[in-house]
């Protein structure tokens, strides 16, 4: 359900039943209930109580807020990522954007995009810096999926500055790093 939801098969505004999505699933309603609720912690989906819930919608203005506090907070972590950067993390990371590179399917770049993201700051030691990029990221990529979907280019774009990164930490450039990555996080807003 997450996944159908951050790749944007599930766009904001569409009504989850309880019991269709137990159907699909093959479950009861506990589970689902269950992973309704833990997806409106995240902001996902907003609930009702007995039948189920609603697919949140991210508009244009709340991304350009969650971008802005995005600017302040990645340069920390960038920073520190770079500074803990192991050799195994970096492998993981590129095999990322290998494997998000040798696919024609949308959902594996959607996770892949989230992935690689997220491996990069695993060689931060700030756990809560981390845990609050990841929260900002999740509520943001539906919108992302939606715009990159429409806009082969900003994928494009996207992918070009994933490959950038890579590059700035293995030279140690923690200042490069940090311009793509203030760059980058405007994707889903360009016009």
Do not use: C
Not at 48 to 59: F, H, I, L, N, Q
Not at 117 to 136: D, G
Not at 172 to 177: Q, S, Y
């Amino acid at each position: 359900l997450r996944r159908s939801i951050l790749n944007g098969d599930l766009v904001g505004g569409t009504k989850l039943s309880l019991v269709e999505l137990a159907s699909t699933f093959g479950v009861s309603t506990t589970p689902v209930r269950e992973a309704m609720r833990e997806l409106s912690f995240e902001g996902l989906v907003t609930i009702d109580s007995y039948r189920g819930g609603v697919v949140t919608a991210v508009t244009k203005p709340e991304v350009e807020e969650i971008v802005r506090i995005r600017q302040v907070l990645e340069p920390i972590a960038a920073r520190e990522a770079v500074a803990g950067m192991t050799p195994v993390i970096l492998a993981e990371a590129q095999a990322i954007l290998d494997e998000m590179a040798a696919s024609d399917s949308w959902d594996v770049w959607v996770q892949g995009n989230r992935a690689f993201h997220r491996k990069l700051y695993e060689a931060s030691p700030s756990r809560r810096l981390v845990t609050l990029i990841k929260s900002l990221q999740d509520t943001q990529v539906v919108f992302v999926s939606a715009t990159l979907r429409k806009s082969p280019m900003l994928k494009e774009t996207a992918t070009r500055d994933h490959n950038d990164m890579i590059e700035a930490i293995v030279a140690g450039d923690v200042d490069r790093l940090i311009d793509i990555t203030l760059q980058h996080l405007t994707i889903p807003i360009r016009d």
